[in-house]
């Protein structure tokens, strides 16, 4: 069963006119305002190459990126090597797996930046889409949604660079904020420690930049995915009234005929396609992203949990490790939480489906729905390398796995 379809692809197409006021128009595109901005900053949005601009921000980028990126976990991983005790080990060991994967993020952000920005094209499409002031609200609540945890993630990652001052403004002896090696005596002289401070500095602020977009965008992008999924199940939904849209709005009394209601599902059936579209190049851009966080995680809240036990009394390092465990264990669980609403989602548009006036409609709305049906009772979850489901009940495990290597490592010590 089939239904007539464009053979060129949506990027390669005209878009349609928008049929809504310019007022009551939505640009979903909106809701990645803040990550397109962060990732301007870090080096991965440069002009065009006929601008003047174009040579001097491809050396800050590459300036940046090798001061940051390349050398920062350099500066762990040779500290984590010259550990000396166990307590010394798990210390460095959280610090370095969360950078190091933190690095490996923003590299596929690099990787996958230009497939995200394609999204934008799809985007546009499915946003005149929208045709009723319900469906438009679906979507406004999409992008008030993404806004709302990027600010919530940016207090969250601001209050753990502080924790990490605090390490070193109220300790009795010279300490950085992090255990790293250099190649100079930091502690020989002032002079030398404030180089080495300055340095973690500008490295940690950097990277809490590149964390806060890297950790943000999976989310983001599910956000409207399902806000765009919502916004078609209340399409469908209203194939069920004999009124049009705007004529119920109009208030006037003008039906629906057999041939405007057949046309308006086949659009529908077009349009989940695209979804579904839409739904695999996010799931191949956050894919990578979600395995890395989900292994990094569990490693590192055994190593902090070790670590918190022999920490002793000083408050600071305590406060900051207590705050880096929250942070991490935050990052995933927003992210299985919007796995699961995107299988609900799913659930909607199924409901949307069966809750249709089909009953009273012709033969062919009839098949063209069932095909609808078919194809919505095919979308699976979101997954994390194509191996594990991004879903409440793996964040359940990763905790249960977490405490388990955290027994083993303290019956070690």
């Known amino acids: 069963m089939s239904l007539p379809a464009t053979k060129t692809p949506i990027s390669s197409t005209p878009l349609p006119s928008s049929s809504t006021s310019p007022s009551n128009k939505i640009h979903t595109w909106q809701a990645f305002r803040y990550h397109w901005i962060l990732w301007k900053c870090c080096g991965l949005q440069p002009p065009k190459r006929d601008s003047k601009w174009f040579k001097p921000y491809l050396i800050y980028a590459i300036v940046l990126n090798v001061t940051v990126t390349l050398m920062f976990p350099i500066t762990l991983i040779i500290d984590l090597i010259l550990s000396q005790s166990l307590t010394e080990l798990c210390e460095n060991l959280y610090v370095t797996i969360t950078d190091v994967t933190c690095n490996l993020k923003f590299i596929n952000v690099f990787t996958v930046r230009h497939k995200l920005w394609e999204v934008r094209r799809i985007l546009e499409h499915l946003d005149e889409r929208a045709n009723s002031p319900e469906q438009r609200r679906e979507l406004r609540v999409g992008i008030q949604t993404s806004h ?39 502690k020989a002289s002032k002079r030398n420690f404030l180089f080495a401070h300055c340095y973690q500095v500008y490295t940690v602020t950097v990277q809490t930049v590149q964390n ?4 943000t965008y999976p989310q983001a992008y599910i956000v409207i995915l399902i806000a765009h999924i919502r916004a078609l199940g209340l399409r469908i939904k209203a194939l069920g009234s004999s009124l049009s849209s705007s004529s119920a709005t109009a208030g006037t009394s003008r039906q629906f005929t057999d041939d405007e209601l057949y046309g308006e599902l086949v659009d529908c059936v077009k349009d989940h396609k695209i979804i579904h579209e839409l739904f695999l190049t996010i799931q191949e851009c956050i894919s990578k992203t979600c395995l890395a966080q989900f292994v990094a995680t569990g490693l590192a809240q055994c190593t902090i949990g070790i670590y918190i036990l022999y920490v002793g009394d000083d408050f600071s390092r305590l406060l900051n490790s207590f705050m880096f465990l929250g942070a991490i264990t935050i990052e995933i669980l927003i992210l299985c939480y919007f796995g699961d609403l995107y299988c609900r989602a799913n659930e909607f548009l199924i409901d949307a489906i069966y809750d249709c006036n089909w009953i009273e409609r012709d033969e062919r709305f009839k098949k063209a729905l069932l095909l609808l049906l078919q194809r919505s009772q095919q979308a699976t979850c979101l997954m994390a390398g194509s191996l594990i489901p991004v879903r409440l009940p793996t964040f359940v495990k990763i905790m249960k796995t977490a405490y388990s290597a955290f027994t083993v490592l303290n019956e070690v010590n």
């Not at 993630?153 to 601001?158: A, E, M, P, V």
């Not at 990490?164 to 009795?172: I, M, P, R, T």
């Not at 806060?212 to 950790?215: A, E, F, N, R």
């Open 148 to 186: 709302k945890w990027f600010m919530a993630f940016l207090r969250f990652y601001t209050c753990a660079v502080i924790t990490s001052q605090l390490v070193v403004y109220l300790s009795k002896e010279r300490v950085l904020m992090y255990s790293s090696w250099f190649p100079w005596d930091w």
């Open 212 to 215: 806060l977009g890297s950790d």
